[in-house]
Nanobody
Framework: VQLVESGGGLVQPGGSLRLSCAASGFNLDEYAIGWFRRAPGKEREGVTCITSSDGTTYYANSVAGRFSISSDNTKNTVYLQMNSLKPEDTAVYYC????????????????????????WGQGTQVTVSS
């Protein structure tokens, strides 16, 4: 199992970025994919989760309405569209996978608890600054 993030960079406040998480070694419809982030000096925070098996998602309150997670199972890739970015969104963003979550909607906030996840990418830096 391998996860590779890409798409990070420097963006001005109010701008947008799209992160990608390319998965290999497993099929997305059998796993939940979560996005997490770690800001400087802070603990890792769950951002969002998607389960392709039932097509549901869950978002942390801090990003709901601004971020959108989606998956393209033909490319085995999950995307995180980030709009209306704020300086407090600055962090290293990680995607992670688990087969212990079968429904993001059903699990709710538990779906973005990092202890559920078994496989992690290396992370991609997102910096929001003017």
């Amino acid at each position: 199992v391998q996860l590779v993030e890409s798409g990070g960079g420097l963006v001005q406040p109010g701008g947008s970025l799209r992160l990608s998480c390319a998965a290999s070694g497993f099929n997305l419809d059998e796993y939940a994919i979560g996005w997490f982030r770690r800001a400087p000096g802070k603990e890792r925070e769950g951002v969002t989760c998607i389960t392709s098996s039932d097509g549901t998602t869950y978002y942390a309150n801090s990003v709901a309405g601004r971020f959108s997670i989606s998956s393209d199972n033909t490319k085995n890739t999950v995307y995180l569209q980030m709009n209306s970015l704020k300086p407090e969104d600055t962090a290293v963003y990680y995607c992670a996978a688990t087969n212990r979550i079968t429904s993001a909607q059903h699990m709710g906030v538990l779906s973005i608890i990092d202890g559920w996840y078994d496989y992690w990418g290396q992370g991609t830096q997102v910096t929001v600054s003017s």
